[in-house]
Nanobody, 120 residues
Framework: QVQLVESGGGLVQAGGSLRLSCAAS????????MGWYRQAPGKQRELVAR???????NYADSVKGRFTISRDNAKSTVYLQMNSLEPEDTAVYYC??????????????WGQGTQVTVSS
């Protein structure tokens, strides 16, 4: 398993931006796919975005064109740049590590989560 520590959450007004970071340690970062998920109160955890070890990305329809996932293998860190934030984006955001290079592999590690609150 890998240890994941998220940072960058906070309170922002609608239309604003935030960048989340997730620092990984404990195994070779570059060979694993990574993802961001979120969970709003009373709702199930849902995929936001993920990136393969080769840099291929996919996004939830609700964030396409507004959010960008990226990774820096030299820093063992994955980022989520969130622009044009909406109140509906309010949730706890979790970083996830897949056990292999693509989304075809199961997730084997989760971060502790970071709160994002978007005010209207």
């Amino acid at each position: 398993q890998v240890q994941l520590v998220e940072s960058g959450g906070g309170l922002v007004q609608a239309g604003g931006s935030l960048r989340l970071s997730c620092a990984a340690s404990g195994r070779r970062f570059s060979i694993n796919a990574m993802g961001w998920y979120r969970q709003a109160p009373g709702k199930q955890r849902e995929l936001v975005a993920r990136i393969s070890s080769g840099g291929n990305t996919n996004y939830a329809d609700s964030v396409k064109g507004r959010f960008t996932i990226s990774r820096d293998n030299a820093k063992s860190t994955v980022y989520l740049q969130m622009n044009s934030l909406e109140p509906e984006d309010t949730a706890v955001y979790y970083c996830a590590a897949y056990s292999g290079p693509t989304r075809d592999f199961p997730i084997d590690s989760w971060g502790q989560g970071t709160q994002v609150t978007v005010s209207s």
